[in-house]
């Protein structure tokens, strides 16, 4: 009985602070691809955005490899997203 108790605690407490964060890679990559053609600064069709790492806590700074469908050089990326929304997307010289 006590067993169960502590796993349904655990449970609701891990619901209320690990939701905002729940993101995997491939939805963070996936969400820095979108807001870079969104500003502009890729073109959808040109471009596959591949993962590279990830830092942070609440605001996660997401790292990203867009490697060109066609012959051309790789380009870097990062992103900054919050609560599952990208506040800041740029290209890396």
Excluded: H, W
Excluded at 56 to 70: A, E, M, Q, R, S
């Amino acid at each position: 009985m006590k067993k169960i108790v502590v796993t349904a605690i655990a449970g609701i407490a891990f619901g209320m602070t690990g939701v905002a964060n729940a993101t995997t890679s491939s939805e963070q990559v996936a969400l820095c691809e979108i807001a870079l053609v969104d500003e502009g600064l890729i073109d959808e069709e040109a471009y596959d955005a591949r993962f590279v790492k990830t830092r942070g806590g609440g605001v996660k700074t997401v790292t990203v490899k867009l490697v060109p469908f066609d012959e051309g050089e790789s380009k870097m990326a990062k992103c900054k997203i919050k609560r599952g929304e990208v506040t800041e997307a740029t290209l890396v010289a």
